[in-house]
């Protein structure tokens, strides 16, 4: 739990360099973010591609991140993938969905994907990905088969 906090005290940080810090100056109080529906947890096999939907009404100067829990790592802050691997990609609809997607998963892609908004306190909610199957590749000439 204690890397957590660092991950989060870690996306707050990020936040504030990458896109400023919110005006707290500002002469109307700015409606608190919320999330609208759930993160649903999802079956895969390996090798598809899946996606997680994080919803959030009246974000405002508040900022999203995806977190891959159970390996520690931040994944994407606002439209900017953080991690290095490049099966991962964000997209924002423009305006209250972000869409997290891992192509080709991996058994190790398993686990609690959180999504969060930099709130004081913080808010989050999570889905979790569950990859079953295996993976084989057979090469006859050029051709790769995935069961």
Not at 69 to 98: E, M
Request: proline share 4%.
């Amino acid at each position: 739990m204690g890397f957590l906090v660092a991950v989060t005290t870690y996306f707050l940080w990020a936040t504030c360099l990458l896109q400023g810090a919110k005006s707290s100056g500002s002469k109307e109080p700015e409606v608190e973010p919320d999330f609208t529906e759930p993160i649903p947890n999802v079956t895969v096999s390996v090798g598809r591609d899946v996606k997680l939907a994080c919803v959030v009404e009246n974000l405002g100067s508040y900022r999203i991140a995806w977190i891959h829990t159970d390996r520690y790592t931040l994944l994407t802050l606002q439209n900017r993938v953080i991690t290095r691997n490049p099966r991962f990609s964000i997209t924002h609809n423009g305006h209250r969905t972000w869409t997290l997607y891992i192509r080709e998963v991996e058994e190790r892609d398993s686990g609690e994907y959180m999504c969060q908004i930099n709130t004081s306190p913080m808010k989050s909610q999570s889905g979790f990905i569950s990859v079953v199957g295996y993976f084989i590749q057979e090469i006859d000439g050029n051709n790769v088969m995935r069961l």
